[in-house]
């Protein structure tokens, strides 16, 4: 927001998600768990799993391209791209310039990886916000794409029945006619940070073998303390925003949360004070898609006509790190 009136807005949201379909009856012949307890302790029934050479890349790629076609954007017009991942392809160089390589824009912009888990697209708007009211350019592509089966413990009951593959992306232009960001909200708490991990693999602890055996290199969580700390960091931070843009939870048109658990987003909504019939969910479907659920959803949302010009949505989210933040935005 400048003066009043909201700087930048999203012009186009799309997605990409793979073909291949993991249900829950294909998750309890890996391990010991079953359909019922992922339905009734997650809300999750399915989720989309990236076949073996489709990349981050590759799925960021697919998303990013459609973004700019619906935006009717070459992709010379872009300024800067942000690719929001904790599944980069590769350590050096950033998902980001491979995802500019692909799509044909290099050289014409910049690109480079944010990484906040699952709240790394909210954040990357905001940055994009800011790049955009600074003046450094006019059309930036945020892209949010994992590949979440690629650093799952196939073993763990706890985590692997949870997460999906896909990827989201949106472009952020100048705002034109009063529609765009409202208000945002971030926070983090690096005290936190051993709830969410991948222990090992990283520089502090490289691969060898004992990692590799141990499976330390793979995402490990404490799931009830991320949970207690999501629904009340989301509920506040949907508080903030609408309290800063001066409106209420009666405006809101559509919540669109950070999809990682039935439970998590009926327990926001309702310390939100928003029904659940405003709240959109697609967790059934894809699962927790870490930094993609929200470019995903706004897509699938205005895909089924639950919001258009002039809606008010709300996007809330929460993880790793741990990371959270929300954002108001007039459609
Ligand atoms: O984007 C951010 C990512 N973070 C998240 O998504 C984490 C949020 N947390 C959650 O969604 C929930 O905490 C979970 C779904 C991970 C777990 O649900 P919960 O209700 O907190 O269960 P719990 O961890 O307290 O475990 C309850 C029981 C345990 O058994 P005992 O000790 O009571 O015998 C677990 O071992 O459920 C067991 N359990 C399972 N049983 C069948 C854990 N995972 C499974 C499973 N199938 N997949």
């Known amino acids: 927001m400048k003066n009043g009136a909201p700087v930048a807005k999203i012009s186009a949201a799309a997605r990409y998600l793979p073909d291949r379909v993991m249900t829950n009856a294909d998750l309890e012949r890996m391990v010991d768990t079953s359909d019922s307890w992922i339905r009734e302790r997650t809300g999750i029934v399915e989720r989309r799993i990236a076949a073996e050479g489709e990349s981050t890349t590759e799925m960021g790629a697919r998303a990013a391209n459609r973004a700019l076609a619906k935006a009717g954007l070459e992709p010379s017009d872009v300024d800067l791209i942000i690719v929001t991942t904790a599944t980069p392809d590769r350590w050096l160089p950033s998902t980001a310039c491979e995802v500019q390589s692909r799509i044909g824009a290099s050289r014409s912009s910049l690109a480079f ?38 650093i799952l413990n196939w073993e763990d009951r706890a985590t692997c029945v949870l997460f999906g593959d896909g990827a989201g992306a949106v472009v952020v232009q100048p705002s034109e006619n009063g ?50 700390s999501a629904v009340r960091s989301m509920a506040k931070a949907g508080r903030t925003v609408l309290g800063e843009a001066g409106l209420n939870s009666d405006h809101v048109d559509l919540m669109v949360p950070h999809q990682a658990n039935i439970r998590i987003i009926e327990s926001t909504a ?35 006509g639950l919001i258009g010009p002039g809606s008010l949505v709300l996007m809330t989210s929460f993880g790793a790190g741990l990371t959270w933040g929300a954002m108001a935005m007039r459609w």
């Open 113 to 150: 990886d944010l990484h906040a888990a699952c709240t790394g697209f909210l954040y990357a708007v905001s940055m994009a916000e800011g790049y955009v009211a600074a003046g450094r350019g006019e059309v930036v592509l945020v892209v949010s794409s994992e590949k979440m089966s690629s």
């Open 179 to 228: 529609e765009g960001i409202l208000s945002s909200f971030h926070r983090s708490d690096g005290d936190m940070a051993d709830l969410l991990q991948r222990p090992a693999g990283g520089a502090a602890r490289p691969l060898d073998e004992t990692v590799l055996r141990e499976k330390e290199h793979l995402m490990q969580m404490s799931g009830r303390e991320v949970f207690k």
């Open 270 to 304: 309702r310390y939100s004070r928003i029904p659940m019939e405003k709240v959109f969910v697609n967790l059934d479907r894809y699962g927790n898609i870490s930094s993609a659920t929200i470019p995903v959803g706004l897509d699938e949302a205005e895909e089924a």
